[in-house]
T-cell receptor
């Protein structure tokens, strides 16, 4: 069974203080690892898809990286508007229709 | 603009009543999904559909039913058999079932009184 564990559960940063969120996973034949951003009371917003170890993708202040066991979402010089819950999900070869989600990391960036 | 719409945004139901949540997409996606989100838990898959007139149970299908009569629409009915229906419900779609990225609607918050 695919599993996803995100850490920390919550993270508070000062504006401009860079940090990373972790997503550890176990999956039979990774098809893709996905990062989403979710604001309170709204649906998740797609950020990135990573397919293989060593792959990196960037969008504004966010950079996602992937190894064979985990993914990191690096946030460089965050701003208050980056505050949200960040969700990680994996799709494995054993169940190609299904995304298995982690519980998320709640990021708060203080001005 | 292409996207996924869900209605209503908030829904209140008395115990013992069935209620139907709407999901429509104009992305021309073949696959559609329903998830449930509870505080402190990851999203859990209720039902999914790859094509019209076909759908499959997800991890927590008990007490729910769906239909897929049109490619654009995938309504979810929460029946009185669902023991703990109060939750945030999310509809999603993707090009296919090949494990690619899914795109989500804005969600419906259901509260059972």
């Amino acid at each position: 069974e695919d599993q996803v564990t995100q850490s920390p559960e919550a993270l508070r940063l000062q504006e401009g203080e860079s940090s990373s969120l972790n997503c550890s996973y176990t999956v039979s034949g990774l098809r893709g690892l996905f990062w989403y951003r979710q604001d309170p009371g709204k649906g998740p917003e797609f950020l990135f898809t990573l397919y293989s170890a060593g792959e990196e993708k960037e969008k504004e202040r966010l950079k996602a990286t992937l190894t064979k066991k985990e993914s990191f979402l690096h946030i460089t010089a965050p701003k208050p508007e980056d505050s949200a819950t960040y969700l990680c999900a994996v799709s494995g070869g054993g169940s190609n229709y299904k995304l298995t989600f982690g519980k998320g990391t709640l990021l708060t960036v203080n001005p | 603009d292409g996207g996924i719409t869900q209605s209503p945004k908030y829904l209140f139901r008395k115990e013992g009543q069935n209620v139907t949540l709407s999901c429509e997409q104009n992305l021309n996606h073949d696959a559609m999904y329903w998830y449930r989100q509870d505080p402190g838990q990851g999203l859990r898959l209720i039902y999914y559909s790859q094509i019209v007139n076909d759908f499959q149970k997800g991890d927590i299908a008990e007490g729910y039913s769906v239909s897929r009569e049109k490619k654009e629409s995938f309504p979810l009915t929460v029946t009185s058999a669902q023991k703990n229906p109060t939750a945030f419900y999310l509809c999603a779609s993707s090009l296919g079932l090949a494990g690619g990225e899914q795109f989500f609607g804005p969600g419906t918050r259901l509260t059972v009184l």
